[in-house]
């Protein structure tokens, strides 16, 4: 057997050019001139003039931007449970024609991810109005304010209680329409009841 097909041989180190300031005014040109010669080895190392700064390059003493602000429960969406959750909410209410809007409470952006999963953890929305526990379910978003209370419900009740009702499985429309028919019936309620003729002859009889 042949020893040498054994025998590593090592392969030529890269060259290193050190151009001078006037053979680097121009990098792309010096490229071109030294390709031949790297093209054989397949790499190598450019040492600029010390002097040397690139077109691009920025005064790091006079350079300034203006930050973006990112609110944390935005970077929080970001990941990909949270995002499946709202695409999937805002395709729901975009197939029932109420493209949907985050809402904002205390100047932020509600976390509707967070909320459903709590209220749901807690029994749905029906279970929490019945209880009266929705301090409770601001107290796990972490928020102490509790006079938001009518105000996470409200939105709740408008945004995400209708994907609730369709996870289970029951018919949106037939508990929106249950819904109506009950405020319905409050509205046809006389706001105050007439006085009874008794009532009036008293009056009549006592101003005479």
């Known amino acids: 057997m ?7 041989i090592p392969p030529p180190e890269a060259p ?22 790297v093209v054989q080895v397949g790499l190598c190392k450019i040492r600029p003039p010390s002097n040397w700064q690139p ?5 790091v003493d006079k350079f300034v931007f203006t930050p973006r602000r990112q609110r944390l429960n935005e970077l929080e969406a970001r990941s990909r449970v949270k995002l499946n959750f709202l695409e999937d909410l805002a395709k729901f209410h975009e197939l029932r024609g ?23 953890s807690e029994g749905g929305f029906d279970v929490v109005c019945k ?13 102490t304010k509790m006079h938001y ?7 709740y009740e408008r945004i995400l209680y209708p994907y609730e009702v369709f996870k289970r499985g029951d018919s949106v ?15 046809e309620l006389p ?16 101003r005479v």
Request: net charge positive; aromatic share 10%.
């Open 191 to 206: 706001k105050e009841l007439p006085p009874s003729p008794r009532a009036v002859s008293y009056r009549r009889s006592k």
């Open 55 to 59: 077109p691009f390059c920025g005064d």
């Open 2 to 8: 042949d020893s040498s097909v054994d025998e590593f």
């Open 98 to 120: 109420t493209p949907l809007r985050i809402p904002t409470v205390d100047r932020k952006f509600l976390d509707l991810t967070t909320l459903f999963k709590i209220v749901t």
């Open 16 to 37: 290193v050019f050190e151009p001078t300031e006037e053979e680097f005014r121009d990098p792309l040109a010096y490229i071109s001139k030294i390709y031949p010669v």
């Open 149 to 155: 209370t009518t105000v996470y419900r409200n939105n």
């Open 173 to 187: 429309d037939k508990k929106e329409g249950s819904a109506k028919e009950v405020k319905s019936v409050k509205d």
């Open 131 to 143: 209880a009266r526990t929705w301090a409770k379910v601001l107290h796990r978003m972490g928020c």
